[in-house]
């Protein structure tokens, strides 16, 4: 509530510092009026658009579209190394070569897991594989045919 107000506030100072400076009857072309024009009425209105785009979210609107783009660009990422490595991969690989955290590479392959693009599967001594059963079956495509072809 306070960044509302206190925008609000810059914004009203601005508007009527702006209006002073209109009916003053300075030169509106000297370099003095503009820079006192400036700091006046410019560096409230910033400030006070600043503090009412932070209230409404738009830092964190754009902080989460780039958390998205980075999510999506590391999936990406994954699937080209489920291609390289015959469609199996563990949390451990998908670490060392994107360079994250084994615990977000886990979270990352266990998105694709849900949404059904990889399954999950366990080694005797207790590795967990992640199986991309499309990745593994791309070489198959050329072999394609029409759902009504015999």
Known sequence: MGR????????????????????????????????????AAGLPAAG?????????????????????LRRDTLEAEILKMAGRH???????????ELAVPTTTAEELLNELMAREMAEIEITDSGLLVYNFHDVRHLSEKESARGLLDP
């Open 4 to 39: 509302l107000l206190g925008g609000v506030a810059l914004l009203a100072l601005a508007l009527l510092m702006g209006w002073g400076f209109l009916r003053s009857g300075a030169d509106p072309l000297a370099l003095r009026t503009l820079v006192a024009l400036f700091i």
């Open 86 to 96: 015959g469609g199996r991969l563990t949390a451990v690989e998908v670490a060392g």
């Open 48 to 68: 006070g658009g600043l503090l009412l785009a932070r209230h409404f979210g738009v830092g964190r609107r754009i902080e989460h579209r780039r958390e998205a």
